[in-house]
Each structure stands twice: as C-alpha cells, then as structure tokens.
Nanobody, 118 residues
C-alpha cells in the first residue's frame, strides 16, 4: 500500500450516491491540504474538491451542491468525498491527493473507479 489508500467507488445509477474515502498517516500528513481529483476517460485530471488542514474547502463548479468533502484527523487522517445526485459525467477515476501548503510536496493515491450509468 502507498501513502494514500483510497476505498469506495464502483458502479452507481444516475441520481444515486457514493462515498469515497482516503486514509493517510496523521503523523505524515496532518499539515497537508488534502483533496480529490478525477480523470474522466480521455480527459485530463481535474480538481474535484479540496480541504485544508484547518478545514477550508474548495469545490469544482460542476460538483458544488452535490459533493461534500470532509476530513477527520483522529486517530489517523480520513478524507471522505460524499457524492450525491451522481451524473454520467461524474464517471472517472478518482484520486486522493495530499500537498504540503508550503513545501509543495505532492502525493497521490492509486485511484478508484467511479462509473455512473444513465
């Protein structure tokens, strides 16, 4: 296993919900900004949502109001992405990301597939 371990994902119908989770070492990543990116088939990787160590969040316009990112720092770090009202355009490989806000050290998870059927 790598530094960031993703779980969740799978196949869901349009309008449904899924939750992705990313586990990370608190000792290593407590100060890092954490986020979820996705890469749709044939497209570039894009930011979905991010959350800082202090809880500030950012969302892509396409997911605002539908996705919620959260972070629990105890006992280890868990970053969750709750996805609702899923659309076929949400189909992608989703990647957990950790980046140090100052040093810009960057880590990626292995990716988890989300497929939304119409």
């Amino acid at each position: 296993q790598g530094d960031l371990v993703e779980s969740g994902g799978g196949l869901e119908r349009a309008g449904g919900s899924l939750t992705l989770s990313c586990a990370a070492s608190r000792l290593q990543f407590e100060l890092y900004d954490m986020g979820w990116y996705r890469q749709p088939p044939g497209k570039q990787r894009e930011l979905v949502a991010s959350i800082s160590g202090t809880g500030n969040t950012k969302y892509a316009d396409s997911v605002k109001g539908r996705f919620t990112i959260s972070r629990d720092n105890t006992p280890e770090i868990t970053v969750s992405l709750q996805m609702s009202s899923l659309q076929p355009d949400d189909t992608a490989v989703y990647y957990c990301n950790a980046i140090h806000p100052i040093l810009k050290l960057n880590y990626w998870g292995q990716g988890t597939q989300v497929i939304v059927s119409s």
